[in-house]
């Protein structure tokens, strides 16, 4: 009897067992597989764009701090933005480095690569025009126009930023030579305080803190530079007014100046690529959330960007202009008419 009860314990167990055997193996077949590590190294780079943004003192790399800040909030896109040695050296690592898909570039920036890559305006493309960048020639009382500076020394800022490469071509396109000079604002504006330099150039966002927050004894003055064909290539026209200078410009003037757009730039890719989708995913994202960088606690300028405004001698990236169009139904049915 001892054993039978035994027996049918066993069996008991036994059964216990195989169900819930059976139940393990059919939990492990309903159950999605682990992904591999390389499925989900593929998935990762599948999402993530490389955006070359500027130097660390620059506005470009916060900008593109922040449009990381509202795209990254996707789960389908990863911007990774990169520290650079300014907008122009973006343009060569649009076109030559790898992990690098988009680049925060001055329009005027293609200007010297036109030897180097003749079809430059249609191997880069813009997916917007971000902010203009204003030309500030800031310049001591005896110097009275850009003709005066001939000759005279002119701080342009430390290499690589958007005063050291625009100005001198600016000027160029002026006629005046100047002795350049490249060292930073700071040191350069005591100087001209002292009387050793004549003219310092920004060429930033206005309006500019030392001219806002600086004390400039009477004569200090920004110089005019009048918008015309020499720079319809690649500037606009802009001015600096009262309200962005109240110390410097007197109440209801203006002193015309030109600016360059800086842009959030692509590579051309073509569309069957998956770079050109991987740009194209980036795209929809940004633009779909782009309204949340008006917002406090981002850069007060992107209240004033507009998705639909170009920018002078580079092309919209296809998949850019593609979301414009559908999401601008009024323009499409005036084009019908």
């Given at each position: ?26 939990r ?10 390389q499925q ?20 470009p ?27 122009t ?7 030559y ?9 001055n ?26 960048s204003?030309l ?8 009275r ?8 020394k ?20 002026l006629g ?22 004549s ?32 720079f ?29 757009p ?7 890719w ?9 740009v ?6 940004f633009?779909?959330?782009v ?44 084009m019908?008419?």
């Amino acid at each position: 009897m001892r054993f039978f009860t035994r027996l049918v314990a066993a069996l008991i167990v036994a059964v216990g067992f195989c169900d819930a055997s059976l139940a393990q193996s059919s939990r492990t077949q309903n159950a999605s597989p682990t992904p591999s590590e390389q499925q989900i190294r593929e998935r990762i780079n599948a999402g993530t764009v490389g955006l070359a943004g500027g130097l660390l003192e620059g506005a470009p790399i916060r900008f593109a701090t922040e449009i990381a800040r509202v795209v990254n909030e996707s789960s389908q896109v990863h911007v990774l933005p990169i520290v650079t040695r300014g907008p122009t050296e973006n343009v060569n690592d649009l076109l030559y480095l790898k992990g690098v898909d988009l680049a925060i570039i001055n329009t005027d920036s293609l200007e010297e690569y036109k030897t180097q890559v003749p079809q430059i305006q249609q191997r880069i493309v813009s997916i917007m025009n971000l902010f203009p960048s204003d030309l500030h020639i800031f310049v001591r009382p005896e110097i009275r126009s850009l003709a005066d500076l001939a000759g005279k020394k002119v701080n342009f800022n430390t290499q690589g930023t958007a005063a050291a490469y625009s100005g001198p071509l600016i000027f160029s396109r002026l006629g005046v030579t100047v002795d350049k000079m490249f060292i930073p604002h700071p040191v350069a504006l005591e100087q001209l305080k002292r009387g050793e330099i004549s003219a310092v150039v920004f060429i930033t966002t206005k309006p500019v803190d030392p001219f806002v927050k600086g004390k400039w004894d009477d004569g200090f003055k920004f110089l005019p530079v009048e918008f015309g064909p020499k720079f319809s290539d690649y500037y606009v026209a802009s001015s600096l007014e009262s309200a962005d200078y109240p110390n410097l410009i007197a109440k209801g003037e203006r002193v015309a100046t030109i600016a360059v757009p800086t842009v959030l730039a692509s590579y051309n890719w073509r569309p069957e690529t998956p770079r050109y989708r991987r740009v194209e995913r980036f795209v929809e994202e940004f633009f779909s959330r782009v309204e949340k960088l008006k917002a406090p606690g981002f850069d007060p300028k992107w209240k004033d960007m507009d998705l639909k405004k170009g920018v002078p001698g580079i092309e919209r990236f296809r998949a850019a202009q593609n979301w414009i169009d559908r999401t601008n139904p009024v323009k499409q049915s005036e084009m019908s008419r």
